[in-house]
Structure formats: structure tokens, C-alpha cells
């Protein structure tokens, strides 16, 4: 567990159970009830939506049947060819029984057509200019003007529709539809038109004021958004502008605490409905407030199971815990009681082996401590060793130096140079220089040895000189070179290190000497016992390969190329960087 996980959990054992069993029913429970919320309200919003709209398309289209049934009345009353000849010869004759005869020929077909259509009331002739009703199918009130009944639309100039007024019957106040139509007439002719009404019960009848269970409010607007009707009159009075243009569009619009769900015709009429929020949300709401008892329900069960799996796990701890606490206190052998679970047991069990494992460490680590001071004072005996030959040597260097032995005192002085080199004082990563000075000094002290039977050649790049080098490779190679190169006095050895490609260095030592034998090649490498294992101060070629290839990695290894009386050429390629982890 990261820090950061570690800072968002209590270190309390129980009160991590606590959260991981609430997460587990909290964050699936979230998911499911998101997702769930979503796609049930979606749909249904779609299926109220959908069924409020097609419900109001049904109404608009049953009141859009009525105004066409009285459109299509007031043409057939305008089609009535002797109309025009009816109404000149009845305001011209003064006999009233005349009149009465013309009257009864005109209703004779107003019942007609009347009787097509048993849903329209009444029928008359209307003077527009002279604001008076003619050939009658019912008595008409004699204050009835057309101009004080609310416009519902106005398709063209001869013809309107009136949204609901009080009929123009005197012996009654139904509320009714009506519609005037315009006969064409000529230059100087009085203006006819025809005037229907059809009672406004029959739609009323025909709107639902519960879809879907829940309660709507109809209205009915005329082409400017002015309500006509209204089904609630305290929110929606008639004459309000509901401005319902930017609805154009889209599927319903908020208007305070209601839905507005609108269909409008081809007239300019619009028929809408209004259903308040609540009621609209109603099924989404009953799911959630079902849903957050689910959740709280499921929270309680999950905390419920987080006691009951606490008190399970409570009392094996308790007892694992006195264990470990007679381990603190040294009561290693105190008897192990079972917990009566079995994965508890086991580790009860895996614990007291590992109590029995402790004390006979114990017993061992105090027997070890017992020899491990035997082992200083040998250790310490060891060391004098070294230390004593060196401060010998430095008696000797100086003794020769006050006798003036010259040659003495040098062949000291290398050797201790030597010495202190070879003993590791400088680490075990030195750089190429200090690795050459201290080649330089075994040199000198083995032409001292040796008469100067033969010479040393260094070819260093000065770029190479501070690169870290694994100490004490090149003292072996020049070592075999003197010892197995030559056997005559004008031997040579050169000793060359330049910089190679992809950040490497290349190292040579090369001789003028016998050559080896192919033979000798093969055992040149040998583990110990071989040919070429001990050489000066016990150090062979092996120990260069060996050390290359453990410092540097096995790709890298010492190679040698030889020809019989020939000389022998030692290369060696290796990196210019020494990881430090393999000097740990």
C-alpha cells in the first residue's frame, strides 16, 4: 500500500474493515443505482413525454375535427345558390308573411344541413354592416355583436374562428365555438356571411385531465399565445400572454412550477397542456426515494457484517498477540493455545516453530559470540604481520641511506612503493595514471633485479589518464611479459592505452619475446594448477581475466594473440565508466 493509501486509511484493523466492506457496498451499489437513475428516468421522461404529447395531439386533433366540421357548414350555407335573391326579396317586401315564407324556405335548408351535422348549434345570417342576424335557426340575442368574441385564428380574410364565449341563444350561457364566413359579393352589394356555433362541452368531454395518472391543465391560445380557455384559472387566466415562441422546437418548457407541452396547427390556434413538476417526476422520485432505502438498508447490512466478521477475527488477534508479547518478553516457551480458526491456527502454529527456530539461534549466536573473540585476537595477529614487514623495510631503507648505499636504498624504496600498492591502500578503483606510477615502480624495482636486461615503453593518451581503473590489472600482464617474453638482454615491452570507440578505453601490453605455443595457449587461462597460475608475487593472467570479467561483465576479456619466436600481444577493451554497484 502506497504512503498516500496508507494517509486516506485509519491504522485501526477494525476500522479498515469498516470502510472496505462500506466501499464494497457503496461504490457497486453507486454505480448500478447512477447508471439505473439515468436510464430509468430517460425513459421515463420519454414514456410520460411522449404519452402527455400524443395525448394532446389526439385532443387538438379532435377540437381541429369540430372548427372543420363548422367550416365546411358555413360553406355549404354560403353555397345556397338563392341566398343572394332570398335576402334582396326579403328586405325589399314590407309584408311580413312574405318575409315569414322566404325564412322558412332559407331554414328548410340551414336544417338540412343542420341535420348532417348534429354536433353544431346555431345557425344564422349575419350583417355585418348593419350588425343584425337573419334567417335564424334559433332565437339570437339582439345585443350579440361578432366583434366582442375572442379571436381563435383568422386563416384568410373571409373566414374566422371564436375561441369559447356564451352562445348568442338568449335562453342559455353554454360556452360554445364559433366560426363567420364571408359570402363573396359584388361592388354595392350588402355583405352576407354565415355564422355557426357548436357547443364547446363536446371538446371539453373529450380532454383527458388524467394521462398517465397524473393532473393536467388544458389551454387553448389563440395565435398570438393569449389564452382563450383555461382549465386553471388561478395560474393561466384567460388573456394571459404565455409567449411560447422560443417552445418552437422543443419537446416542453418550464413556466414556474409546470411542464408546457404545446401542439399547434396549421390556423394559428394552439392547443397545450400544462402538468405540474412534481407530478411530472413523480415515478423518478418514488424509484429514488425506493433506491436510497435499498442504499441505507445495504449500509446497515454492511456494517452489521463488518461486526459480526470483527468479532470473528477480534479474539484469534488478541491471543496472537499475547504470543508475540511473551516472545518480547523472553517467554518463548510458554504453551500455544488454539483460536479455533484454522488460518489463524496455522499461523499460531507457523509462529511457535519459528519461536523454537529464535531460541536455538539464540543459543547459537551466544556460542558464536563466545568464539568470536578467539577469532579478534587471531585477526589481530594477522595484521601485525604486514605492518611488521613494512616498518622493516622502511629500517632498512634508511640504514642504507646512512651507509650510502645507494643502490640499496633504492631497491627498498621501490619495493615499498610496490608493496603499499599491492596491499590495497588506494581502494580497489584507482585511475590510469596512479595504476601507471605504481607499474612504473615494479618496473624499475625488476630492471634493478634484473641488470636492466630490458625496457619499459608507455604510450598513454593523456585523455585517459584520470579514467577509473580496476587496480593492479596492468602488474600481472608486464609480470608475464619479463618473466615468459624474453630471454635476452635487449628485451622490450610497451605498454599502450588510447581511447576506443563507444566510450572505451583499449589497454595493450606487447613484447618482442619467444612467443607462447599453441599449447600453452590453451592452458594459458587454466583454473588453479595451470601453467601460467603463479607468476611474481602469486597473481596470473587468470586473475586479470577473472577480475574483468566480475567487475566488467562477461562480455569483456583478456585476449591474447602469440606466434612462436614472434612476440606476444595482450589487449584488453573495456568501458571507461565502472558501474559503482559492482564495487559494493
Known sequence: MSANLRRMFPSSLKARLIIVLLLSAIIPMSLIGISSYYTIDLLLENKVE???????????????????????????????????????????SPDPFKRAEIEKKVNGYTALVNYTNPDLGLMT??????????????????????????????????????????????????????VFR?????????????????????????????????????????????ILYSENEQLFPEGMNMNLKDLAGKKYAAAGSYYIFLSDTKKGWKLATAIQKSDFNRESKEWLIRFYSIALLSIGLSLLLAWLIWRMIYRPIVKL????????????????????????????????????????????????????????????????????????????????????????????????EVLDYNLGKEGKVVTIRQEIKALQEYVALQQIR?????????????????VPFLRFLLQPLVENAIYHGFRTKDGYVCVRITRDADEHILVQVEDNGEGISEEKMKQLFA??????????????????????????????????TSEQGGGTLMSLRLPAEIGEEALD
Not at 359579393?185 to 368531454?205: A, D, H, L, M, R
Not at 634484473?450 to 584520470?466: G, L
Not at 601453467?531 to 583478456?558: C, E, P, W
Request: charge should be negative; aromatic fraction near 12%; glycine fraction near 6%.
Open 321 to 416: 498477540q499475547q504470543y508475540i508479547q511473551n516472545t518480547a518478553t523472553n517467554r518463548i516457551q510458554v504453551p500455544l493455545k488454539k483460536s479455533g480458526v484454522n488460518e489463524f491456527d496455522d499461523l499460531l502454529a507457523t509462529y511457535s516453530n519459528m519461536n523454537k527456530e529464535i531460541f536455538d539461534l539464540l543459543q547459537e549466536v551466544s556460542e558464536k559470540e563466545h568464539n568470536k573473540r578467539k577469532l579478534e585476537v587471531e585477526k589481530l595477529l594477522y595484521q601485525i604481520n604486514p605492518h611488521f614487514i613494512h616498518n622493516t623495510l622502511n629500517t632498512l631503507q634508511w640504514l642504507a641511506k646512512m651507509n650510502g648505499q645507494q643502490e640499496i636504498f633504492q631497491l627498498v624504496s621501490h619495493f615499498i
Open 50 to 92: 411522449k404519452g402527455v404529447q400524443h395525448n394532446l395531439e389526439q385532443e387538438k386533433k379532435g377540437l381541429d375535427t369540430m372548427l372543420q366540421n363548422m367550416d365546411y357548414a358555413s360553406q355549404q350555407l354560403l353555397l345556397f345558390k338563392e341566398l343572394r335573391d332570398y335576402y334582396d326579396e326579403y328586405s325589399a
Open 125 to 178: 345570417y349575419y350583417l355585418p354592416e348593419k350588425s343584425t342576424y337573419i334567417f335564424s335557426s334559433m332565437n339570437v340575442r339582439a345585443d350579440g355583436g361578432l366583434e366582442q368574441f375572442p379571436l381563435l385564428a383568422k386563416p384568410n380574410p373571409s373566414i374566422k374562428f371564436h375561441g369559447p364565449h356564451h352562445t348568442l341563444y338568449p335562453y342559455s350561457d353554454n360556452l360554445v365555438l364559433s
Open 182 to 226: 364571408l359570402l363573396e359579393s359584388k361592388p354595392g352589394e350588402t355583405k352576407i356571411g354565415v355564422y355557426i356555433e357548436t357547443n364547446f362541452i363536446v371538446f371539453q368531454e373529450q380532454l383527458n385531465k388524467e394521462p398517465y395518472g397524473m393532473p393536467v391543465s388544458h389551454l387553448l391560445l389563440d395565435q398570438d399565445d393569449r
Open 527 to 560: 583454473e588453479p594448477g595451470g601453467v601460467m597460475k603463479k607468476v611474481g608475487f602469486g597473481i596470473g593472467l587468470s586473475f586479470v581475466q577473472n577480475t574483468v570479467k566480475a567487475y566488467y561483465g562477461d562480455q569483456y576479456r583478456l585476449e591474447v
Open 450 to 466: 634484473y641488470q636492466y636486461a630490458f625496457r619499459v615503453d608507455y604510450e598513454v593518451d593523456e585523455s585517459v589518464n584520470d
